[in-house]
Structure formats: structure tokens, C-alpha cells
T-cell receptor
Framework: ETGVTQSPTHLIKTRGQQVTLRCSSQ?????VSWYQQALGQGPQFIFQ???????GRGNFPPRFSGLQFPNYSSELNVNALELDDSALYLC???????????????FGPGTRLLVL | SQKIEQNSEALNIQEGKTATLTCNYT??????LQWYRQDPGRGPVFLLL?????KEKRKERLKVTFDTTLKQSLFHITASQPADSATYLC????????????FGTGTRLTVIP
């Protein structure tokens, strides 16, 4: 186990609703990244937070937003849910930013979101 | 456009044989390449990291090679066991500041007893 936890484990929402997913990073990790993994695909980078500031974003619309708290836990918020948002949402923590350090990322078990 | 391809969606292999998985990429210049294992319903688990200036890296029964000229990485599992059955993902780490990983679609390996 990596020490990264996510809640809830499963969630069902309807189109147009809003959802908040939560992640608790591994102890001592100040960087958290969120990924979306559609069925049969690899994870796709949504964004990363470092010390409570967004530090990089993938190709996702603004209705995907996030927060990181002083204790380094994190939230992913998705507004105006669409059917294509159905996926496994993964958070991953690491001890520090990249930029020359070879930091691996420690993934949580994910939250499976189904949008009907 | 940028692309990461893993050789096949699924690979079946007899127990005890060597499994070889391929990761090819185009239009990237990764600083590092990582391999992860993912079991159904779980998050990816880090296995190995190899830098752009390294040709080969080993860890127990695992071996990774990295050819930046061919833009290819090979992942080998020797003496494969049924417990090695999982999906294996390669990921490029561009080290552009945000250490986001660009993942391939994965190869589902089944080791047959």
C-alpha cells in the first residue's frame, strides 16, 4: 500500500451535477497530481498542486478544478458533469516537484465515477 | 502529434518464460521513462525508472531498456509467474516543472500456469 487514500471509492452522479473527490497524500509529500483514467486507457494528467498552488495543468476544461490544503490533502471538483466524465480518478503524491529530481509518484486506489 | 504506444493490448505467456513488453513514443524527449503495474480496480504501482542517459536498469526479475534513438523502451519479466498477471503501463516524465506523467494505454499480461 502506498499510504495515499481516496474517497469515496465509488460514486454515481447524473449529467449536469457537480462532484467533489478527495485525496489524502502520503505523509511527508507536498505535491499531488490528479489523473483521469477511462476504461481501457492509461491515466491522463489533469493537474498538479504544490504547496497549495496549481503547478501545471493538462488538457482539461476549467470545469475541472482543484484545491490543496495546508495538510497537503487535496480535492478534485468537477462541475456540469458529462457522460464522458465517467472514469477512474486517481490522485498521486510525491515528495517534491520534478525539475531534475527523479520523483516517482505514489498512486491512491482511485475513485470510480459513473455519470448517468 | 505526441503519442505513446504499447505493443499490444494483451499478451499471454507461459509460466517460467520471459515476457517482453514494448513502449514506443513519438514527438517526445523524455528525461525519464517509468514503468508501472496496475491491478484491476487499483491505482498504478511504480516498478522502475530509467533515465535518458541510461541504457538498462534491473530490479530482481525485471529489466528495462531505453533507446532514445529508436524512441523505445522494452520491459522484461524473466521467469514469469501467474502473480505477474496485471496491466503494465509505461509513462514518460518530461521533467518540465510539473512532474506530470504521460502514460501509454497499457499492456495486459496474463501468465498461464
Amino acid at each position: 500500500e502506498t499510504g495515499v487514500t481516496q474517497s469515496p471509492t465509488h460514486l454515481i452522479k447524473t449529467r449536469g451535477q457537480q462532484v467533489t473527490l478527495r485525496c489524502s497524500s502520503q505523509s511527508g509529500h507536498n505535491t499531488v497530481s490528479w489523473y483521469q483514467q477511462a476504461l481501457g486507457q492509461g491515466p491522463q494528467f489533469i493537474f498538479q498542486y504544490y504547496r497549495e498552488e496549481e503547478n501545471g495543468r493538462g488538457n482539461f476544461p476549467p470545469r475541472f478544478s482543484g484545491l490543496q490544503f495546508p495538510n497537503y490533502s487535496s480535492e478534485l471538483n468537477v462541475n456540469a458533469l458529462e457522460l464522458d466524465d465517467s472514469a477512474l480518478y486517481l490522485c498521486a503524491s510525491s515528495p517534491s516537484l520534478g525539475g531534475g529530481t527523479q520523483e516517482t509518484q505514489y498512486f491512491g486506489p482511485g475513485t470510480r465515477l459513473l455519470v448517468l | 502529434s505526441q503519442k505513446i504506444e504499447q505493443n499490444s493490448e494483451a499478451l499471454n505467456i507461459q509460466e517460467g518464460k520471459t515476457a517482453t513488453l514494448t513502449c514506443n513514443y513519438t514527438n517526445y524527449s523524455p528525461a525519464y521513462l517509468q514503468w508501472y503495474r496496475q491491478d484491476p480496480g487499483r491505482g498504478p504501482v511504480f516498478l522502475l525508472l530509467i533515465r535518458e542517459n541510461e541504457k538498462e536498469k534491473r530490479k530482481e526479475r525485471l529489466k528495462v531498456t531505453f533507446d532514445t534513438t529508436l524512441k523505445q523502451s522494452l520491459f522484461h519479466i524473466t521467469a514469469s509467474q501467474p502473480a505477474d498477471s496485471a496491466t503494465y503501463l509505461c509513462a514518460l516524465d518530461l521533467q518540465t516543472g510539473a512532474n506530470n506523467l504521460f502514460f501509454g494505454t497499457g499492456t495486459r499480461l496474463t501468465v498461464i500456469p
